[in-house]
């Protein structure tokens, strides 16, 4: 065997609060082939915190350092995270949190998890009961199949096929900040508002 590649599968966490850099720097220099993918899950603080899940700050910081690491090296190897939608605590604010993370980092995730309870997790737990059984407090879950699907249609945002979820989801948190054709928005606006908008220009150019 001359090369072992580690694909996914590393604990960031314990990567960023080992003092020692040794083992980060073989991994990146010789354990990686093109991309590495890591489980961050979410973003969002109060999800991270229910899945059992470090801060994002932690995970900005491993990010932060494996790019540096990379460079130090004169590598080019991209990161591939792992992300869910619907995980208990996610609220429509917390996963259009999310998709505004991927939009900063300039990432288009092909393929995405929902949530799916299995036998025995703290998860499944808060899914069933709407409780968190470690504190007693209760526990936000998405439970309608349209709920579900476009929070996961704005983890993909930029698929055209999620156009319509994704706007809908903007309207109902009350994002329209989002939708139009800033740097920062998800989507742009539906074509018969695009022709509302310019009647309404046309009018004020008329009047002045």
Do not use: W
């Amino acid at each position: 065997i001359k090369k072992v590649f580690i694909r996914s599968g590393i604990r960031y966490d314990y990567l960023i609060y080992d003092k020692n850099d040794e083992f980060f720097n073989e991994l990146v220099k010789y354990h990686i082939s093109g991309q590495l993918k890591v489980a961050p899950e979410h973003i969002s603080d109060k999800v991270l915190k229910l899945m059992g899940k470090p801060s994002r700050k932690v995970y900005d910081r491993f990010v932060q350092k494996y790019n540096e690491t990379n460079k130090k090296f004169g590598l080019n190897q991209f990161l591939v995270p792992y992300l869910m939608s619907s995980h208990p605590g996610s609220d429509m604010n917390a996963a259009i949190e999310l998709a505004e993370y991927i939009r900063d980092m300039g990432y288009n995730p092909e393929q995405v998890q929902d949530f799916y309870p299995t036998p025995g997790s703290l998860s499944t737990a808060m899914y069933y009961t709407g409780i968190n059984p470690l504190t007693g407090e209760k526990v936000y879950v998405p439970r309608t199949q349209e709920e579900k699907d476009m929070q996961r249609a704005l983890l993909q945002y930029r698929n055209p096929k999620n156009y319509n979820l994704v706007y809908k989801a903007l309207k109902l948190a009350h994002r329209e900040d989002l939708i139009g054709y800033d740097k920062k928005c998800l989507i742009k606006p539906q074509k018969h508002q695009i022709s509302v908008q310019k009647k309404k220009d046309s009018k004020r150019k008329i009047k002045r």
